[in-house]
């Protein structure tokens, strides 16, 4: 939590900053999207392009007195029709604008790096010094205290501590070294101890950074499939109202004939009626919504690599989870003693506090702790007992523990610690396997402790559930995702964690093939997919995922293969992820929802203006007594464009995403975005109308 | 059907007796029509009585549809998945025997475009050959009237029509078609044509039931299995029915008669007045029968609606009493709503298929007693003449079934895509006659044609779930299938053409001489019947407004394109969907499912539904059938 409240903080900073720049340029920005070019990647808004043009015609016709109407009404109605582009070209620039900052910011970053060209790979080898930008893929460079790294690539010798806030936000710096999962680095992060030697993996122009700086600016964004399925809608709706509106014409001039009164329906009212008709709320806010979603990840660093897997986090069903650092704080916790033998409590807690004393992972150190609080050991250090000999832990032993002279104080693993004591002679008690047992089946692990060749006791390590998983677990279920822990643990120990943190499932003693198939079986029953992961063993699960969410800690394969990265290297924030994917489906439907609805009050305001000479009894349907059929569809096409600019906001923000079941959302959405949208038009023509006619505008 | 032609011989003023006057000549007819103006003086303090009446029917009819729909459904589903019931198992010697002879053999399984090349070809196998059979039916057998070949365009107009399954009519039928053109050509295709439907909608509902599937299915063996076991025996069992009635059944020529009254013969003759050998003016009337109970049952039953005689099922040889009335509109009906069920029992989740048959029931209950509280008032203007109307506005309409019963038959034939009448629509008040138009503008998906009104009105359910789907913020699905940009094109398509053929044929007919010129009523009226017949031909309907000579080049070569194009394109764009989603795979459903049998997801659709249309029509219905209302409440008529 502490880092999320730092990243805000962070984010809130920039934005002020930020503001007064972002709002100028989006509204420079909305006159050069005025660009036809630009406006035809639209359907719905280069209809209203092509339609502003022609009113702007028929207005410099009424100029010379040739007009149909007069020429004020005409001149209205056309600048109205170029606002209404405008304001949607403002929103979509609007929600460009952070991420054209932050790719700024970024690209100066960029800009000064030199690198250190080895000739050899090896350290203490000459080098030259050239521009990051010619640098190429599998060179070796150097880097060295307070350098920039010029380029993405893996360490391959050396270790060094990097700072990578230029990236990440994060100041706490963190170590890179050679072999394992932390051999990554990145391009634009800055070393500032000890030195590494890097093979670049990624040619200028293709690296992180410079995806990044693509990504946060929307220069390649493609649109998302729904994206593409709401655009294909729309646009049937507005071939459906250019076809209304044509036919209208020779349907008006009909009647007059019929009628033999009145005047046919005047080409600027027609296009008024068709701008109003056509989806333009939605249509001119639906780019600004699909950058914001991504923008919205990013606020919370996390960086989507296409817009796609921002949709595609809204469809997840199935969440893998691994239990360490997502369900369970990553350290393990000792909680209780329990004496072997015939040995005391205490005895054991203090000789287990003495092997843990230098033991600075965070189970050695809630030995000590436990051990001061539970049995009121005094607290000793290390500095008391120069004459020890601490043995740290490898891979190999599976133990660490410490000499005191003869004596050998040892903790590890169970078979690790009672085949060392087999091995000097010694004889397993047999309520050791209880004890062990015991806490195994609790689903927390056993630490043996042992003295010599004599077996002392059992530490009770907890894994320790993170506060309010479980909470978001149930919010999870509501919303009908299945959340599944993945853990290397045995299966009895996976079953008490999965119980506790309230998983749907578990997958224990996980190789990483296990998840990769685990992932295949749940796509294959039609389940869409999500996972986190760091690891180089991770690369394949998260390149099959639907959902791909890569720590930024790890390594450059697992990286590569994830569609997100979260600098913040928080597996929890998969969660959230999947609420921004939501969110950004939800406004997107709720937008056309609304925009659909608002034409029922705007057939209302225009049908029996523009009829009103032939059919004066169509007035009864003017239900807003809206004044002068002129005021009519002026404050038809006013409110039209004032709407775009009313719901910036929520296109920005996204629509309020609670974690509640499907039919509870489709009833609040209903109810606020369409009946709401079948309403709100009424009272907005009526207010605008009544301005114009105190105004006397028309 | 098309009442157009004898209309066109009647002057404008004399349209408002319609075809009262003209069953006074029927011996039958006017025997009932005697004893209900005998009756009229009681009528009127009856008047409470059978307003009452007409809500027991349409209760009665509802249960009777709701509770028939069930079975039957669950039946055709049966069928389809190829368990024939034991009943009707003797029957599948038979289907083995065709399949052999026509060289299927072991039917494979199709993909949608096999599919759909399948349906086409074996159409236009259809349209030849009903096309030649009318222009050769001259020289053919089976004429005894000696009636001559039709004419080039409407022949193309009637083949297309009775393909389509719209059966429209531009023509007479009894007058025109020859008994070998009626049976061979005409009754056949109203089985065939039908199916056709039928097997549209069974490859889209394989599409929703399979997952990761090439294929939807075999067109030869989903239209034989639609005839053989599902639109025969129910034409059987209504055939009889409709005997019992007294709907004639036989092959001898028709019968003429002398009228009572010489005087009126102008206008109700076919053969028009004749002298006899004195010199006196002796009207004759053919009375034409033939057989008729085979083809109603099968025109009630499989949407088909062109009548045995002109004034369909208004005539009292086709529709004699109000028994058979009762199953006739029951015919119509029964097909389109079983569908939802065999939806339901085929996609395996039975509370959708309710869920849409709740939409289309709804739908159709609102648009009933609207149109019953419009016919069932006085018409103001002849109330102004001191006439007392205590049964409601009865111009155009058969006394044996007076206001509830026209009103009902006129909402279910347009609701289905039937298009018989018992009524004249165009003699309706505005706002009544708003209703059959507006249940046809709704696309027929209101029950709909047979197959083609479920397939119609899924392609409504898609974009009514892709739009709450999105708003549950998941990528929409219907029944496990995701709906992508593909399935929006094709549902677009599908919820397009209508309204591009209705509208854009409209405007043409309205800016051309030829289109004008066959339009009989001044003012809006005129545009109502030329907006009608457009939205009756690209719905596929074939119910005649009346009131517009639409046997001529112009209407019949518009009138035969948009049956064309709302009849195939709706129907490739649907097969081609059930590929798209048979291939794709089924996703289990969670919370966080969009739930599409709720009464909320009920509300949805229809509001979408009745959204779409009003978006589209408005500006034209403003313009016709309201604009008519609000001028008739000022005193002014057209």
């Known amino acids: 939590m502490a880092v999320r409240m730092m990243n805000n903080k962070r984010v809130s900073v920039h934005t002020k900053t930020l503001t007064t720049e972002i709002w100028a340029r989006a509204i420079l920005d909305s006159f050069k999207k005025l660009d036809p070019r630009c406006q035809v990647r639209n359907p719905v808004m280069f209809v209203v392009y092509v339609y502003s043009g022609l009113v702007t015609v028929l207005f410099i016709q009424a100029l010379f007195g040739k007009g149909e109407s007069s020429a004020a009404f005409i001149g209205q109605v056309t600048a109205w029709l170029w606002f209404t582009l405008l304001f949607a070209n403002f929103s979509e620039s609007l929600a460009e604008g952070r991420g054209k900052a932050q790719a700024e910011a970024l690209r100066n970053t960029r800009k000064q790096t030199k690198g250190k060209k080895l000739h050899q790979a090896r350290h203490g080898s000459v080098f030259d010094l050239v521009s990051s930008t010619d640098l190429r893929s599998g060179e070796i460079v150097l880097v060295e205290k307070d350098d920039i790294v010029p380029a993405d690539g893996e360490v391959i010798e050396g270790v060094a501590c990097v700072d990578e806030s230029a990236i990440t936000g994060e100041s706490a710096p963190v170590v890179r070294e050679s072999g394992g999962d932390r051999s990554a680095v990145t391009g634009g992060t800055r070393v500032i101890s000890d030195w590494i030697v890097v093979r670049v993996t990624a040619s200028p122009g293709e690296g992180f950074l410079d995806r990044m700086i693509h990504l946060v600016e929307g220069a390649k964004r493609q649109k998302t499939p729904n994206e593409i399925a709401l655009n294909i809608l729309l646009s049937g709706l507005t071939i459906v109202f250019l076809l209304v509106c044509a036919t209208l014409l020779p349907f008006s001039i009909y009647s007059i004939h019929m009628m033999g009164q009145g005047t046919a329906i005047t080409m600027t009212a027609l296009i008024a009626l068709l701008v109003c008709l056509i989806p333009t709320t939605i249509g001119g806010l639906a780019s600004a919504v699909g950058i914001a979603g991504m923008d919205r990840l990013l606020r919370r660093n996390v960086i989507a690599m296409s817009g796609r897997a921002v949709e595609a986090a809204g469809d997840v069903n199935v969440l893998l989870l691994d239990k360490t650092g997502t369900i369970t704080l990553g350290n393990r916790e000792a909680v209780d003693i329990i004496p072997v033998g015939n040995f005391n409590v205490n005895k054991v807690a203090e000789l287990a506090q003495l092997a843990s004393l230098t033991d600075e992972t965070p189970e050695g150190r809630s030995i000590v702790v436990l051990a001061k609080q539970k049995y009121g050991l005094r607290g000793e250090t290390s500095e008391d007992h120069k004459n020890f000999r601490f043995i740290p832990f490898t891979a190999q032993s599976r133990m660490s523990g410490v000499d005191m002279g003869e004596m050998k104080i040892r903790k590890g693993a169970h078979d690790a610690v009672t085949k060392y004591v087999q091995s000097l002679g010694g004889v397993v008690p047999p309520s050791l396997k209880d004890a062990v047992e015991k806490i195994s089946k609790s689903g927390a692990t056993p630490l043996v402790v042992s003295c010599d060749e004599q077996i002392i006791g059992v530490i009770h390590l907890k894994d320790v559930v993170k506060g309010g998983i479980k909470e978001r677990f149930m919010q999870l279920r509501k919303m009908g995702i299945k959340t599944v822990m993945i853990t290397g643990d045995n299966p009895l120990t996976a079953a008490a964690i999965a119980a506790e943190s309230g998983v749907d499932d578990f997958l224990a003693e996980a190789k990483p093939e296990d998840k990769l198939k685990l992932i295949r079986d749940y796509q294959a029953a039609g389940e869409m997919v999500a996972m986190a992961g760091d690891g180089t063993n991770d690369a394949p699960a998260l390149a099959q995922a639907d959902v791909a969410v890569a720590m930024n800690t790890g390594t450059q394969p697992a990286r590569e293969a994830a569609n997100m990265i979260d600098l913040d290297s928080n597996p929890t924030k998969l969660i959230e992820t999947v609420e921004v994917g939501k969110q950004l489906l939800m406004t997107r439907g709720a937008l056309a929802t609304f925009s659909i609805a608002n034409d029922v009050a705007k057939y209302f305001a225009i049908i029996p203006a523009a009829f009103a000479s032939t059919y004066p009894a169509l007035g009864i349907f003017n239900i807003m007594h809206l004044g002068t059929p002129q005021s009519a569809i002026l404050s038809a096409v006013i409110y039209n464009a004032l709407i775009i600019m009313a719901l910036i906001p929520i296109a920005l923000t996204g629509v309020p995403y609670r974690p509640v079941g499907a039919a509870q959302l489709l009833r609040d959405n209903l109810l606020i975005y369409g009946v709401g949208g079948l309403l709100t038009p009424f009272m907005g023509i009526k207010l605008i109308d009544m301005i114009l006619v105190a105004l006397k505008v028309v | 059907m098309g009442a157009d032609l004898r209309e066109s011989e009647f002057s404008p003023s004399d349209k408002k007796w319609g075809t009262h006057e003209f069953h006074l000549f029927d011996r039958r007819y006017h025997h009932v029509r005697c004893v209900d103006l005998f009756d009229l003086h009681s009528v009127k303090r009856g008047t409470d009585v059978m307003i009452d009446m007409a809500w027991i029917q349409f209760s009665l009819y509802l249960a009777a549809l709701i509770g028939l729909a069930k079975p039957l459904g669950v039946y055709m589903a049966q069928v389809y998945e190829g368990n024939i019931p034991h009943p009707m198992r003797w029957l599948s010697g038979l289907e083995k025997a065709i399949y052999q002879l026509t060289g299927q053999g072991k039917s494979e399984e199709m993909s949608w475009k096999n599919y759909a090349l399948a349906m086409l070809t074996f159409n236009t196998a259809g349209f030849l050959f009903l096309y030649f059979l009318q222009r050769l039916q001259g020289i053919l057998p089976l004429n005894p009237q000696g009636l001559p070949a039709v004419s080039p365009d409407s022949a193309f107009n009637t083949a297309i029509s009775f393909v389509t399954n719209t059966d429209w009519q531009g023509y007479g039928g009894e007058s025109t078609m020859s008994y070998l053109t009626q049976m061979v050509g005409l009754a056949v295709q109203n089985f065939v044509s039908a199916a056709t439907g039928m097997a549209v909608l069974i490859a889209l509902i394989r599409g929703f039931a399979r997952k990761k599937m090439e294929t939807v299915g075999n067109f030869w063996v989903d239209l034989l299995r639609s005839i053989l076991y599902i639109l025969l025996p129910l034409a059987v069992i209504w055939s009889v029915v409709l005997v019992s009635q007294g709907v004639p059944q036989t092959f001898d020529r028709s019968m003429t008669a002398i009228v009572v009254q010489p005087a009126s013969t102008r206008v109700f003759s076919e053969a028009g007045p004749t002298k006899d050998a004195q ?285 064309f194009f709302g009849r195939y394109w709706i129907a490739i764009a649907m097969l081609a969907m059930a590929g798209s989603l048979a291939r794709k795979q089924k996703i289990p459903a969670s919370a966080g499912t969009l739930v599409t049998h709720t009464p909320l997801f009920i509300g949805w659709l229809i509001a979408t539904i009745v959204l779409i249309v009003v978006l589209n029509y408005l500006p034209v219905l403003a313009l016709g059938p309201v604009i008519e209302q609000l001028m008739l409440n000022q005193g002014m008529m057209f």
């Open chain 2, 279 to 563: 010199g006196q003016i002796r009207a004759e009337q053919t009375i034409a029968v033939g057989p008729v109970a085979s083809q109603i049952a099968i025109k009630q039953l499989g949407s088909n609606g062109g009548g045995y005689y002109n004034v369909n099922s208004a005539h009292p040889f086709e529709n004699p009493t109000p028994l058979s009335n009762f199953f006739e509109v029951l015919a119509i009906l029964l097909i389109p709503a079983a569908f939802c069920c065999t939806f339901g029992v085929m996609v395996k989740d039975r509370r959708q298929g309710w869920a849409l048959l709740t939409v289309m029931s709804i739908i159709f209950a609102v648009f009933l007693v609207i149109g019953y509280s419009f016919e069932s008032r006085p018409n103001p203007l002849i109330a102004q003449l001191g006439v007392d109307q205590p049964i409601g506005n009865m111009e155009g309409k058969e006394t044996r079934f007076g206001v509830g019963e026209s009103v009902f038959w006129a909402t279910a034939t347009t609701a289905a895509s039937n298009g018989s009448v018992n009524a004249m629509h165009d003699s309706f008040m505005p706002l009544g006659g708003l209703v059959p138009l507006v249940m046809m503008l709704f696309g027929e998906v209101i029950f709909g044609g047979v197959g083609s009104g479920l397939y119609g009105m899924i392609a409504f359910v898609i974009v009514a779930v892709f739009v709450a789907g999105l708003m549950v913020g998941r990528t929409p699905e219907y029944l496990g299938k995701k709906i992508e940009s593909f399935e929006m094109k094709m549902a677009l398509v599908a919820l397009l053409v209508t309204p591009f053929f209705v509208l854009s044929l409209t405007a043409l007919a309205l800016m051309t001489s030829a289109g004008k010129a066959g339009i009989f009523n001044s003012g809006m009226h005129g545009f109502t019947e030329v907006l009608y017949v457009f939205s009756s031909a690209a719905n596929n309907n074939g119910s005649a407004f009346a009131g517009l000579a639409a046997n001529n080049f112009f209407y019949n070569v518009t009138l035969g394109l948009a049956m």
